[in-house]
């Protein structure tokens, strides 16, 4: 009895020396994130919201702020694409992203369902169609499908790559 105890008392205290903790996150393939995203109906847009947001009132100094590489301003984010359009993101609305032209009117106006990665996206022209939906998988990748679920563009870092795997567009990160 003696015997079976200490094999007791010895297996139970090997335990969290023998134990692991698993960590990491959840990789996804193109095919992974489609189905993701086909699993969902996609929100819609508040219309008064984008209304109020026709227009960036602030473009010069969102320019001047860009310009000199502050793009994280007391309250809002700023993002420049390549082809001279820009992103902001509101501190007090930060499930909302507004995409301006260089003229500084509203393209289109992206909701997120989460601020936690991963999370689905879905982008609407200011009349409130869908355009496109993605999935942030995280802050450096997303994969981004049009409105029947096809694969457009998957970003990589600063990199945007269409189906053949070309760069179509650049961001900067900061």
């Not at 501190?91 to 995409?99: E, G, L, M, R, S």
């Not at 106006?109 to 998988?137: A, F, H, Q």
């Not at 990589?156 to 900067?172: A, P, Q, S, V, W």
Request: proline content about 3%; some cysteine.
């Amino acid at each position: 009895m003696k015997k079976w105890i200490l094999i007791f008392v010895f297996c139970i205290s090997t335990l969290p020396v023998n134990s692991q903790i698993i960590t990491g996150g959840i990789e996804y393939t193109s095919k992974v994130a489609q189905q993701e995203m086909l699993h969902t109906t996609p929100k819609t847009v508040n219309q008064n919201l984008v209304n109020s947001n026709l227009l960036d009132t602030s473009r010069h100094e969102n320019f001047t702020n860009m310009l000199k590489g502050n793009v994280n301003l007391k309250d809002r984010t700023l993002a420049s694409f390549s082809d001279g359009t820009y992103g902001i993101i509101y501190k007090n609305d930060p499930t909302n992203v507004w995409y301006y032209t260089h003229s500084g009117n509203l393209m289109h106006v992206e909701t997120k369902t989460s601020l936690i990665y991963p999370y689905k996206t879905y982008k609407y022209t200011p009349d409130g169609i869908l355009v496109n939906m993605s999935l942030r998988i995280s802050d450096r990748e997303s994969y981004i499908f049009d409105k029947q679920g096809n694969l457009i563009a998957h970003w990589l870092g600063k990199n945007c790559y269409n189906t053949d795997g070309r760069i179509i567009m650049t961001r900067k990160i900061r």
